[in-house]
């Protein structure tokens, strides 16, 4: 099974976990600009990577093994220097961005490690940024957050405006359809994470716009509307991916916090990789945890079941590398992870994990 890089997950999911631990840092929130608004040049084709006109003496590629083997003999001419993502601690990133000569573009080239350390170095040197995504399992490339690890904990420490992102369909498409289609779940999540939204805004007056929760529901319909063209990583699926990726960033930019779409489904996750020490397909345990705390919430769980299943998004833990026993200890352990990590109220808070409710809630799973 392939699993994506652990910096992916981790520097991806805004809730900032400590890598070894699983602890979280309380986000503060977004100081939204209207500059952070504004998209960079979305570009869609089957060849933008032979397109790409960079000078070899000024340009830096940030990427990693896999998707440069797949890049570089497409380009048409190689870049003087290239950076292998090792490790998203600050203090080696300063490191390697200190060994590098002057540069006035840096291209990322990957998923979203890839995308993080691009936008590092574009922000710490202030050049231009081109992204080019190899895979769409997650949102680092529509995202101008630059993340990354201090003493452990990942931070967000400024921004960054890419200048173009490109959709290339034929590197997108030789990933792993499976990591593909998981992207989906960071859009779907908004399902339970706006019914735990809602909670906390009736429980402790959590800040609530209700019209910004009104068309995230909008987006969760465009995204059940294109499932089937998602499940077939067609063209149309890996644009209509990227779109709604930005709608629901731009939704989260506005209400200045990532609450609609981060909630219990996230937090099952956490605590998920916290008991185990394993690590996941992001996309596909957010599902499994979706469908659990769909359940929990009475929200529709027969209906999520069928989108997961047009989606093509796995989410049975044998699937996804999760024993029966230990999702029982995951569910159990949940309220006081959440407490212990102080992490804003859900459906979580409201409910005691007896023996019997786990049943109820595993019903089905394998």
Not at 140 to 150: M, Q
Not at 160 to 185: C, K
Not at 348 to 360: C, G, M, R
Request: hydrophobic share 40%.
């Amino acid at each position: 099974m392939y699993v994506s890089p652990p910096g992916l997950f981790r520097l991806r999911d805004r809730m900032r976990r400590t890598p070894a631990s699983g602890s979280f840092c309380c986000p503060a929130p977004i100081c939204y600009t209207s500059a952070m608004r504004e998209h960079p040049e979305l570009r869609f084709g089957a060849d933008l990577i032979e397109g790409l006109d960079i000078n070899p003496s000024t340009t830096v590629i940030a990427t990693m093994e896999l998707p440069w083997k797949l890049v570089a003999p497409r380009l048409r001419c190689r870049p003087d220097h290239i950076v292998f993502v090792q490790d998203m601690e600050r203090s080696h990133l300063d490191e390697t961005e200190g060994k590098l000569p002057d540069f006035g573009v840096v291209v990322g080239v990957g998923g979203g490690s890839c995308m993080d350390f691009a936008k590092y170095l574009a922000w710490k040197r202030g050049s231009r940024l081109i992204l080019v995504p190899s895979i769409v399992s997650v949102d680092a490339c529509v995202t101008h957050l630059v993340a990354v690890r201090e003493d452990g904990r990942v931070r967000n420490i400024g921004h960054a405006q890419a200048e173009s992102l490109l959709i290339d369909f034929t590197l997108i498409s030789a990933a792993p359809a499976r990591l593909n289609r998981a992207g989906a779940a960071d859009i779907l999540s908004i399902h339970t994470a706006s019914f735990d939204w809602l909670l906390g805004h009736q429980k402790h007056a959590e800040k609530y716009d209700a019209s910004i929760a009104r068309r995230c529901s909008n987006v969760v319909n465009e995204l059940e509307d294109c499932a089937a063209e998602i499940q077939a990583v067609s063209h149309t699926g890996i644009r209509r991916l990227v779109e709604l990726f930005e709608t629901e960033n731009d939704l989260c930019l506005e209400l200045g916090n990532y609450r609609p779409e981060e909630g219990s489904e996230h937090f099952f996750a956490y605590n998920t990789e916290h008991v185990t020490g394993k690590h996941f397909i992001h996309g596909e345990l957010v599902s499994l945890g979706m469908l659990l705390m769909a359940r929990l919430q009475k929200n529709k769980p027969d209906w999520l079941k069928v989108l997961l299943d047009t989606l093509g998004v796995l989410y049975q833990p044998s699937d996804i590398g999760l024993e029966m026993a230990e999702l029982r200890h995951i569910l159990m352990s949940l309220p006081d992870y959440c407490r212990a990590e102080n992490l804003p109220h859900t459906i979580i808070d409201e409910t005691d994990f007896s023996p019997t409710l786990v049943d109820a809630l595993t019903a089905g799973l394998r």
